[in-house]
């Protein structure tokens, strides 16, 4: 079958435009789009980059938009309209979801696959994060040998104070000089009445250090001594495990449009588990890392292709809320299961183990979650999709037709001309590199925001697991909201607002009285939220502004600066070795500077999305000047970016 005659069909799940990401996967998996249609896309773009295309590749083209050399399978039985007419048969031929429409929307096979995709996501919630407890740092000092010849009153004062948190505590990573300290205590002299402590010489932490177990039993950090001199090496740890999801987001999209969703989605999850299962017998902060950074290549893609395999599946109305609500949720619900594993198994490599082995109950998926369809039909595989497509139709109780496309009937013609569009066309004018660079500002920052506050979680005041748990909880109202938001409210005022939220009571948190310990982490909870109900509405509002020709382009190059974000916020977290403020100071200034920023961005709610550059909303201060006709309300047009459920 030639491949020019295998395209009729891949139509792009409508949703595309009511798709919204979830911050913790979302931000990274648009990159890797090839031809592929952008989250919040209302129709296909007429021209797909290559290698920068939105999130949801949900499937290329639709069939309506096919020129007349299109080849176009015949839909033979319970096709036609209700007279016969031919012409309502070629109508439905065209439209997978008219053609598939006698499955219904919610029967029993979308049930099924609802629910089991977004299951396959619980893993990538928790190991997203696990980091913030497979690198925690508990509270150590230096190691003073048993055979140093110290009486009990010295060996008590070895190690010199130093101020942190507005207290005088023993320092990390310093201590007096052993030799001279074993001289004074053969001499029987006292330390602080005898002998001045402020001056005596001091040494690193020659014989290595003692580590708290109040908190961790064990980590990474524990265990190859990832402190003092080599501290920099857990937050490289985390960056590099984002570099991962950087690549994956790139490599992901491609490979399920190769060799298809379902074949890539059990591949992926194989690499997550099976590499994550490496791990455990790592044997140098080395070897954890580069094995780390495969953990993440897995960890994005599966999550990308799941996506896209529910939005091919699934029809219209389900397809929302699978895209919005369910994949999130779930996400979060993995996320908040990580504290509750790490609570009970204190052991870096037992913790490991039992984040990995959830992994192995996806293996009977194989034989249910069935291949996109859509996939298949684009690939000339018509037998294969008629096969899923009847088996769908038994399963929820439908009568089917034996025979869904004639492949005999399918015309051949060369594909039509498509207008190509490179990088440097989103700075081609004044005004969309001014939108361009501002959003990518944007991502960038909000990144830096949400992954800084998710991996600081340790470092807040009270206990560790609990601070975690709530961290992961407090997403569930943050997405719920931002989806109610992006319904009903501008889309400027509703991101400006979520993310001023986020960055002022983050700023708050130092002048909050050290004993206040509730009300801190109560305002690191507010300034979750905030930040991670912009984060989700930034897919929506990205393709809203750009047109047809760039929009996945500007979304793959969006979401790579939201990536780079998730890289360097770990060592906005480590800032905080030097000053305990220091990472909220920074995070809650830079997110309300950007809040500030999106009031200079175009207001696109309400408006059709712009088709070319001229259309393009241009960029005013406090009032949106439009360009395009036929402003819509939101509720009513049919490229709305958010409908009801």
């Known amino acids: 079958m030639e491949k020019n005659r295998t395209r009729l069909l891949r139509k792009a799940p409508e949703p595309a435009a009511e798709q919204k ?12 789009r090839r031809g592929g249609q952008s989250p919040g896309l209302a129709e296909p773009p007429r021209s797909p980059p290559a290698g920068l295309a939105g999130p949801g590749r949900a499937a290329p083209r639709g069939p309506g938009r096919a020129g007349p050399g299109r080849s176009r399978p015949r839909l033979l039985r319970g096709a036609r309209g209700a007279g016969g007419d031919p012409r309502s048969s070629a109508l439905a031929m065209r439209d997978y979801d008219a053609a598939t429409a006698f499955l219904g929307e919610w029967g029993r096979f979308q049930r099924l696959v609802f629910f089991l995709l977004s299951a396959s996501i619980i893993p990538n919630g928790f190991n997203g994060m696990s980091v913030v407890f497979l690198a925690g740092t508990p509270e150590h000092r230096c190691v003073v040998p048993r055979g140093a010849n110290l009486s009990g009153e010295w060996r008590n004062a070895s190690i010199p104070l130093e101020p942190r948190g507005g207290q005088e505590v023993p320092s990390r990573c310093r201590r007096y000089r052993l030799a001279a300290l074993a001289n004074f205590s053969a001499l029987g002299l006292r330390p602080g009445s005898d002998v001045e402590l402020e001056a005596l010489e001091q040494e690193p932490c020659l014989d290595g250090w003692e580590y708290s177990r109040d908190v961790y039993r064990s980590t ?17 740890t985390t960056s590099l495990f984002f570099v991962g999801v950087l690549i994956g987001s790139f490599i992901s999209g491609q490979l399920s449009d190769r060799f298809g969703r379902k074949n890539i989605l059990f591949l992926t999850m194989a690499v997550q588990t099976g590499f994550s299962f490496l791990q455990i017998f790592s044997t140098s902060w080395e070897m954890f890392t580069v094995l780390f950074l495969i953990v993440g290549m897995g960890q994005i893609s599966n999550y990308v292709v799941a996506f896209i395999l529910g ?25 908040m299961l990580l504290p509750l594993f790490a609570y009970f198994i ?23 979650i069935p291949e996109s369809p859509r996939w298949l039909i684009s690939q000339g595989r018509y037998k294969e999709a008629e096969a899923i497509i009847q088996k769908a139709a038994k399963m929820n109780g439908m009568p089917a037709p034996d025979v869904l496309f004639d492949t005999a009937e399918m015309q051949d013609s060369k594909p039509q001309q498509q207008q190509k ?36 979680t340790p470092d807040w005041h009270g206990n560790a697991y609990i601070n975690c748990f709530l961290s992961a909880v407090i997403e569930v109202p943050a997405y719920v909201i931002a989806w109610l938001l992006l319904r009903s409210l501008p889309r400027r005022y509703s991101l400006s607002g979520t993310l001023f939220l986020g960055g002022s009571v983050v700023l708050f948190i130092q002048l909050v009285p050290a004993e206040h310990n509730v009300l801190s982490v109560g305002l690191v909870m507010l300034g979750k939220f905030g930040i991670t109900a912009a984060f989700s509405m930034l897919y929506v509002y990205n393709v809203e502004l750009y047109p047809t020709l760039v929009r996945n382009m500007a979304v793959g190059a969006t979401s790579t600066a939201s990536r780079l974000g998730s890289i360097i916020a770990p060592y906005f977290v480590y800032l905080g070795a030097y000053d305990r403020f220091l990472p909220y100071i920074l995070m809650g200034s830079l997110t309300v500077l950007i809040g500030i920023l999106t009031l200079f961005l175009p207001e696109s709610y309400g408006n059709a999305l712009p088709e070319s550059f001229e259309q393009m909303l241009k960029v005013k201060c406090f009032r949106n000047e439009q360009q395009t006709t036929g402003i819509r309300s939101s509720k009513e047009s049919p490229k709305s970016l958010i409908t009801a459920l």
């Not at 029809?315 to 609500?325: A, P, Y």
């Not at 989103?426 to 830096?448: G, K, Y």
């Open 21 to 32: 990401r979830c911050p913790g996967e979302g931000s990274g998996d648009a990159t890797g």
């Open 421 to 456: 569009a490179i990088l440097l066309d989103l700075f081609r004018t004044r005004n969309i590199a001014t939108i361009t660079i501002m959003s990518l500002l944007l991502w960038f920052f909000t990144s830096v925001g949400y992954f800084g506050l998710s991996l600081s």
């Open 346 to 368: 204190r052991d870096w490599r037992m913790l490991l183990l039992a984040l990995t082995v959830p992994g192995l109950f996806c293996i009977p998926l194989w034989w249910i």
């Open 220 to 236: 990474i950090v524990t265990e190859w001594n990832l402190v003092c001199e080599d501290d920099w090496k857990a937050p490289l």
């Open 311 to 335: 939005t091919e599946i699934l029809g219209k109305s389900v397809r929302i809320l699978f895209s919005t609500l369910g994949v999130c949720i779930f996400f979060a619900i993995g996320y």
